[in-house]
């Protein structure tokens, strides 16, 4: 499905279920695709919204200057175009920085945050480093190669030697984003400010998750992130990596029905 929010720019979405509405955003360099787990698992009891972020799946292009709060500012506008005024807003990593990013301009839309391996601070010096390093790569490199140097990180050793199907399928999702979605994604994630100011200020109920082989947002940052949230509940996803919805939807589906039955 497409949204135009304005002449020149859509946005790309899939839309299941009724009831309490949850918006699903993905992780770099991925696409709405990477949600269907929980879209099929969720939509009997909720609504689930999951939009492609600018530059990937089906979603228009970023402008000169990409800028995760730009994301954050779409998604606002594209609930617009539903009426929705407020929306349990779950994010996945880079998806959870646009999240951040969204509680910190809109905290009267949410009626509850989901943040999944992901992180309130901005870039160390040396994350910043290797972003441009990065960012170097893919000047010459497809997305395709780009998410080679990801994946390590992204799937647990065990997935990925076990668990072949599920490895392509992110290979195929990563693989099809404009490198120019990659490349500007890259760059907005490096030059994002710290959320971490963000974090005491949400009123909302917040579900942290995180996989507990994570090694690109740890467990020990998803428990510092906690620590500053006024109401927050941590779910650790056994078993899983960084792309912990994928290497265990059923534990991850469960954390976030019981937190979505939570808020009546
Ligand atoms: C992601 O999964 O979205 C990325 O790992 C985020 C990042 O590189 O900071």
Same mark, same amino acid.
């Given at each position: @499905?497409?949204?135009?929010? *304005?002449?020149?720019?859509?946005?790309?979405?899939?839309?299941?279920?009724?009831?309490?509405?949850?918006?699903?955003?993905?992780?770099?360099?991925?696409?709405?695709? @990477?949600?269907? #787990?929980?879209?099929?698992?969720?939509?009997?009891?909720?609504?689930?919204? *999951? $939009?492609?972020? !600018?530059?990937?799946?089906?979603?228009?292009?970023f402008?000169?200057?990409?800028?995760?709060?730009? %994301?954050?500012?779409?998604?606002?506008?594209?609930?617009?175009? +539903?009426?929705?005024?407020?929306?349990?807003?779950?994010?996945?990593? %880079?998806?959870?920085?646009?999240?951040?990013? +969204?509680a910190?301009?809109?905290?009267? !839309?949410?009626?509850?945050?989901?943040?999944?391996?992901? #992180?309130?601070?901005?870039?160390?010096?040396?994350?910043?480093?290797?972003?441009?390093? @990065?960012?170097?790569?893919?000047?010459t490199?497809?997305?395709?190669?780009?998410?080679?140097?990801?994946?390590?990180?992204?799937?647990?050793?065990?997935?990925?030697?076990?668990?072949?199907?599920?490895?392509?399928?992110?290979? #195929?999702?990563?693989?099809?984003?404009?490198?120019?979605?990659?490349?500007?994604?890259?760059?907005?994630?490096?030059? #994002? $400010?710290?959320?971490?100011?963000?974090?005491?200020?949400? !009123?909302?109920?917040?579900?942290?998750?995180?996989?507990s082989?994570?090694?690109?947002?740890p467990?020990?940052?998803?428990?510092? %992130?906690?620590?500053?949230?006024?109401?927050?509940?941590?779910?650790?996803? *056994?078993?899983?990596?960084?792309?912990?919805n994928?290497?265990q939807?059923?534990? +991850?589906?469960?954390?976030?029905?019981?937190?979505?039955?939570?808020?009546?």
């Amino acid at each position: @499905m497409r949204r135009q929010l *304005t002449p020149d720019f859509a946005i790309y979405y899939d839309d299941a279920g009724s009831g309490e509405p949850l918006v699903l955003l993905h992780a770099f360099p991925l696409s709405r695709a @990477m949600w269907q #787990r929980q879209r099929e698992a969720l939509q009997n009891e909720f609504r689930v919204i *999951t $939009p492609d972020l !600018r530059g990937f799946g089906g979603t228009g292009a970023f402008g000169q200057t990409p800028s995760l709060e730009q %994301m954050a500012d779409d998604v606002a506008q594209f609930l617009d175009t +539903f009426g929705l005024k407020q929306v349990v807003l779950g994010g996945l990593s %880079m998806g959870g920085y646009v999240a951040l990013a +969204f509680a910190r301009k809109y905290p009267d !839309r949410l009626r509850g945050l989901i943040l999944a391996d992901t #992180r309130a601070e901005a870039d160390s010096d040396e994350g910043k480093a290797n972003r441009d390093k @990065m960012i170097e790569f893919a000047r010459t490199h497809t997305s395709a190669e780009v998410f080679e140097q990801l994946l390590p990180k992204s799937l647990t050793e065990k997935t990925r030697r076990e668990n072949a199907e599920l490895v392509a399928e992110v290979r #195929r999702i990563a693989g099809s984003q404009s490198i120019s979605a990659v490349f500007a994604a890259l760059q907005a994630m490096r030059d #994002r $400010p710290d959320s971490s100011d963000v974090l005491p200020s949400i !009123r909302v109920p917040v579900l942290v998750i995180v996989g507990s082989e994570d090694g690109i947002t740890p467990p020990a940052v998803a428990q510092a %992130m906690v620590g500053r949230l006024p109401k927050a509940e941590l779910a650790t996803v *056994t078993g899983a990596g960084h792309l912990s919805n994928l290497e265990q939807p059923e534990a +991850f589906n469960t954390a976030v029905r019981g937190y979505l039955r939570s808020l009546g």
